[in-house]
């Protein structure tokens, strides 16, 4: 019942930034908390960064807190993560996922928490 479409990835040198945008569609709910993922190559899917239904509550990996911000509008029913002073280790397959259940709304930081991903955008960047 929820298709989430991520946007934004690329090429980028070390040291730029880059916003990815996650698109949501759901039929009976107009909101719910979400987050970004990311997975590089020969590491886990890991968490980057949650925001709360309403966008009050954000958490983040310590590897990407003080350079990633995540926000959301839920008039456009779209989650972003900006990020800046990228590194090579920041290269990754981003995920967006959502957490859609009755009661939820706050922020969750482990694969399990979620239930709808979307396919996944890649962030390249240089050194």
């Known amino acids: 019942q929820l298709e989430l479409v991520e946007s934004g990835g690329g090429l980028v040198q070390a040291g730029g930034s880059l916003r990815l945008s996650c698109a949501a569609s759901?039929?009976?709910?107009?909101?719910?908390?979400m987050g970004w993922f990311r997975q590089a190559p020969g590491k886990e899917r890991e968490f980057v960064a949650g925001i709360s239904w309403n966008g009050g509550d954000t958490k983040y990996a310590d590897s990407v807190r003080g350079r990633f911000t995540i926000s959301r509008d839920n008039a456009k029913k779209t989650m972003y993560l900006r990020m800046n002073s990228l590194k090579p280790e920041d290269t990754a397959v981003y995920y967006c996922a959502a957490r859609w259940a009755v009661d939820a709304r706050g922020t969750y930081d482990h694969t399990d928490d979620y239930t709808y991903w979307g396919q996944g955008t890649q962030v390249t960047v240089s050194s």
């Open positions: 759901e039929r009976t709910r107009n909101t719910y908390p």
